[in-house]
């Protein structure tokens, strides 16, 4: 069983932080690129960021550039999303996804709001 999950969303006030978690199991976490996205009710899905297999190329989207920063633990079958200077424009439900094979994996999500 090919399974994401995301977990560390919550509430936070303007300017402050959140670091999101995505858990993978049932694939080689190591050989698949990783993505973040986030979405609102009633929009689609929209890249925040990516990175690769060997972690050593990540993109972000321009309205989280230099507040957002992505890694990935192999040993751990963990990526991260660390948050910073967080602003109510980036409230969402956030996704983490991977290609594999023939399908889109995506976790559940995690609801970030930004609110004071």
């Known amino acids: 069983q090919v399974q994401l999950v995301e977990s560390g969303g919550g509430l936070v006030q303007p300017g402050g932080s959140l670091r999101l978690s995505c858990a993978a199991s049932g694939f080689t976490f190591s050989n698949y690129a990783l993505r973040w996205y986030r979405q609102v009710p009633g929009k689609g899905r929209d890249l925040v960021a990516s990175?690769?297999?060997?972690?050593?190329?990540?993109i972000f989207a321009d309205s989280v550039k230099g507040r957002f920063t992505l890694s990935r633990d192999d040993a751990k079958n963990t990526a991260y999303l660390q948050m910073n200077s967080l602003r109510p424009e980036d409230t969402a439900m956030y996704y983490c996804?991977?290609?594999?094979?023939?399908?889109?994996?995506w976790g559940q999500g995690t609801q970030v709001t930004v609110s004071s």
């Open positions: 996804s991977v290609v594999y094979g023939l399908q889109n994996v």
């Open positions: 990175i690769n297999s060997a972690g050593g190329s990540v």
